[in-house]
């Protein structure tokens, strides 16, 4: 069996960022694994109505594959699907991509230095590095409400977009009011009989400034590459400085309270309904909503916000706690993902055989979210305690990509059998990642998806995406043993 030098798994962003930057360095033997029959990730299986980024296109691509002509601020998730595929043709990837190749366990070989990833239909790639690229959103959840096999209707989640099901006439319900839940509402309304939202929190929403693009930026992004990475930074600059308001609570955090509820009292006139959508944690503490359209959407005369819990599914509809059954023909499950805070997605076995899922049981951790003890030579993009809450997602993955391909290419220039980083080094870092979260809006009491069960905080950088990106710049070998293929310890 061929040994590849490095094996990606997964070809949405990060998997296909990661064979750019690998082909960048030199490194031309990799393969990428995608269980799905093409590429493309989120964009690719988050089709819903009004799917579309909340980072301007110009920050939410990358900076070594600009695209000049983005036809909004706020590009639709169709757009950015046609980017992402354009740049596997762009930097010739096709035929590095098995799709339909579902990574069912991955197992390193220390004799060999290898991993190994066994796949779904019975097949194995093997090679001397591995970069875990499933995505952090990968695997949609439906929430484990009573009676759900019982509803005789129609269910769509909202990353799993039901396209043969017209809702054109349709009563239908929303159970979710985070960030893909009020993209989709102002769709349905106006187009559905009927449209249910039924919220369990309400969360801060900020206006979301979407324009077309005019036609002479464009022409000036196509000519000038230099002007577009100015725009971009610009553009970074103003996100970045929201971590003041979001990541910590601060004053600025009452600015953007005070922002959030302007925005409130301008678009709702009726108070007791401000009251329902006045949320009751600090900003950042949950993901911040960016929409202009859904609070017109939801007074509507056809459109109706359920604040009682729901109790149940029945087979007609939704039982909400005050008693009343809302008889519905579709529910809509804008309800998240599984992400994962603990284990792994598929068991992961690194020295000694043992799985990772028990080292992640109470919480995942890792060293600056990329590596991770006891795996030598495997690469996280989206690990443990890297996800932004003001920035764009691609900004952290440049970094985390771009570390694991310098690792990479020392791998395979001096020949290592592994290159691990020390427990010391990890629970060092980790120490410090958890004093510095107890100081930020995610820990201060309000319960989101970026907490597991107990509280503990497996999600999130605690920091500026700056401070994020400057620690990924340096790859200090002090924190790593280096094993030479001969077997002896290489000094650092
Ligand atoms: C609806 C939505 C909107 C978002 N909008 C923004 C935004 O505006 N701004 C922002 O900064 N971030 C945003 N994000 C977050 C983040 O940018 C995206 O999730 C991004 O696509 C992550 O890229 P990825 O490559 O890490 O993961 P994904 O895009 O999820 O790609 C992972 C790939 O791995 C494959 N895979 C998974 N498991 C296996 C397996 N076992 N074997 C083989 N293949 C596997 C999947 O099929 C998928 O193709 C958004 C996320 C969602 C869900």
Sequence with gaps: MTTHATLIVGAGFAGLGTAIRLRQAGIEDFVILERAGEVGGTWRDNTYPGAACDIPSLLYSFSFAQNPDWSRTYSGGAEILGYIRAMVERFGLRDRIRLRTEVTGLAFD????????????????????????????????LPDIRGRDSYTGHMIHSARWDHGHDLTGKRVAVIGTGASAVQ???????????????????????????????????????????????ARQAWFWGHESMALGLVWDTVFTTAVAKAARLHLRRQVRDPWLR?????????????????????????????????WPIVSLSPAGVRTADGIEHEVDCIVFATGFDVGKTGTPFPIRGVGGRPLAEQWARGAQAYKSVNVAGHPNLFFTFGPNSGPGHNSALVYMESQIDYAVRAIRLILDRDLLALEVTRAAQERFNRRIQRRLARTTWNSGCTSWYLTDDGHNATMYPGFATQYARQLARLDLADYRVISRQTEEVTT
């Design 184 to 230: 989709i509402v102002p769709e349905l309304v106006g187009r559905a009989a009927s449209v249910k939202v039924f919220q369990r929190t309400p969360g801060w929403v900020l206006p979301r400034l979407d324009r077309r693009t005019p036609a002479w930026s464009r022409a000036l992004f196509r000519r000038s590459p230099a002007a577009q990475t100015a």
């Design 275 to 307: 009251r329902q959508l006045t949320p009751h944690f600090r900003p950042g503490c949950k993901r911040m909503l960016m929409t202009s359209d859904y609070y017109p959407a939801l007074q509507r005369d056809d459109c109706k916000l359920i604040t």
């Design 110 to 141: 220390e004799a060999a230095g290898t991993w190994t990833a066994t796949t779904a239909g019975g097949g194995e790639f093997t090679a001397r590095t591995a970069v875990m690229a499933a995505g952090p959103l990968a695997n949609a959840s």
